[in-house]
C-alpha cells in the first residue's frame, strides 16, 4: 500500500479537529494551549505533505516560520497563564477576568 497524499490530509484534518474540539470544549487555560499546539502541528503536517508531493520546499519553508510563531504564542501563553494563576489562583478560563477595565 503506497500512502499517498491524502492519507497526510486526512490526518492533518483530524488532528486539526481534535485541536479545534479541545479550545472549544475545555475550560483549563493549558489544555487549550496545548490544542492550538495540536492545531499547528496539523498544519505543519499539511504544508510539509504538500511541499513533498508537490516537489518544491516552500510548504516546508513555511512550516519553519509556523514552528517559531508556535514556539514563541507557548512562551507568552505559558507566561500569561502563570500570571493569571498567581493573581486568582486558578488557570479555569471562565474565572480568569484580568482584562476586564
Known amino acids: 500500500m503506497v500512502i499517498g497524499l491524502s492519507h497526510y490530509l486526512i ?35 499539511t504544508l510539509v505533505a504538500a511541499s513533498r508531493f508537490g516537489e518544491n520546499l516552500d510548504g516546508q519553508v513555511l512550516a519553519l516560520f509556523v514552528m517559531s510563531v508556535a514556539a514563541a504564542e507557548a512562551a507568552v501563553g505559558l507566561a500569561i497563564v ?20
Open 82 to 101: 502563570i500570571s493569571a494563576f498567581r493573581a486568582r489562583k486558578t488557570i479555569n478560563l471562565d474565572e480568569i477576568n484580568l482584562l476586564k477595565g
Open 11 to 45: 490526518l492533518a484534518a483530524l488532528l486539526f479537529a481534535i485541536g479545534a474540539v479541545g479550545v472549544v470544549t475545555r475550560r483549563n487555560a493549558l489544555i487549550v494551549l496545548m490544542s492550538v499546539e495540536l492545531m499547528l502541528n496539523a498544519v505543519n503536517l
